[in-house]
Structure formats: C-alpha cells, structure tokens
C-alpha cells in the first residue's frame, strides 16, 4: 500500500434492495454539495432519498419525511418507520394537520417514537404506512421543500460531502424506499420519475 493512502474496505451498505428499473435512471451531470444543516445525527443517507437542488448554486439538501410505523389515534407520541432523517425541533403535516416534534426516542430497534408538542391535529387517525412531509409552520398544511431530484448513491453525511443527483428513473418501488417520499414529492418530482407499489 503507498505511504498516506488509507482505503476503506468496508462498504457502507453490504445488500440493498431493488429500489427502481436502473436502466431508465439518468443521473445528472456533476456533483452538488451536500446541505448537512440538519442532518445531525445522520450518518449517511441512501439512494432515492428526495432532493432538492438549487441548480445555480450546485446544491442539494435532502428532504425530510416520516412513514407512520403504528396507527397513530391521539396523544402526543408517535411510531414512525425507523432511517428517517426526521430532526427535534421539525413541524411535519398531512396538508391538514401538523405537530412539532420535540424529541426523537430511537432505542427501539423496530421503529422510532416522535414526542410532539401537541397533538397531531383534534380526532385525527393517521394509518400506518403514511407518509408525513416536513411543514413550514405547526399547523402542517404547507410543505416546506418539495423535491426535484434524487439522492443517486449511498452518501456519507460530512463536510464537504457531494451527491449525485438523478433525474429521472421509472418504476420505483415505494414500498422498497429507505427514505419516504410524499405525494408532494411526487407532484413535484413530475412525469420524469415513476412510482408503482
């Protein structure tokens, strides 16, 4: 091995899952430095992973949504699918309902469980396998990135980190996502990506 060269030989995710058809992802062209602001915590975030690029500025700051892992009835505790990238301090929301979370519990090893300041709207069920986006504000009825683009590779959260966006892939397989993407997400994302169960 050369003198000051150091290789990791661990690769940072061993299995994955069929995520999409990969012979219809384009990836774009050059890498877009990775916004880390609130990705605290995070250690590196996986393919598919809804984007938002600024073009112009060369770039990308992951968008935050939470699948619900249990029926979420009332109160101010709720399961939500373990490897979001959900942060304390957050608003999420259905477009009708919102909460602020307030502390994220991850000790169990099947899901994560959100504190909110109160709860998520009045006599409101949340099934499992929903998809909340990130609000703007606490009342959880305007989302606060819409994505345009997605993460292409595994990417380790640091200084200085780039990612390959993709921009475009078809028939993506929702159910097999590591990081949600919300009806928002897809809106926005256009006819450019398609999703199937």
Not at 34 to 52: A, E, H, Q, R, S
Not at 54 to 66: H, L, P, Q
Not at 110 to 131: I, K, M, R
Request: net charge neutral; aromatic share 10%.
């Amino acid at each position: 091995m050369p003198a000051g060269l150091k290789y990791d030989l661990n690769p940072i995710e061993k299995t994955m899952p069929e995520l999409c058809r990969f012979d219809t992802v384009y990836p774009l062209s050059g890498g877009f430095n990775l916004d880390t602001t609130n990705l605290t915590g995070i250690d590196k975030i996986p393919p598919m992973t809804p984007l938002v690029i600024d073009f112009k500025a060369r770039t990308a700051k992951a968008v935050v949504n939470v699948e619900v892992y249990e029926k979420y009835t009332t109160g101010t505790s709720m399961k939500i699918k373990k490897g979001s990238l959900a942060y304390v301090n957050m608003f999420i929301g259905d477009g009708t309902n919102g909460a602020k979370v307030t502390k994220i519990d991850k000790s169990n090893a099947e899901y994560d469980t959100l504190t909110l300041g109160a709860a998520f709207g009045t006599s409101v069920t949340v099934n499992a396998g929903t998809v909340l986006f990130e609000a703007s504000a606490q009342e959880g009825t305007e989302v606060k990135a819409s994505a345009n683009a997605l993460n292409y590779a595994w990417t380790k959260v640091e200084a200085g980190a780039t990612v390959t966006a993709i921009g475009r892939a078809y028939e993506i397989r929702a159910s097999k996502l590591l990081v949600p993407v919300s009806d928002k997400d897809k809106e926005s994302l256009g006819d450019r990506f398609m999703f199937t169960y």
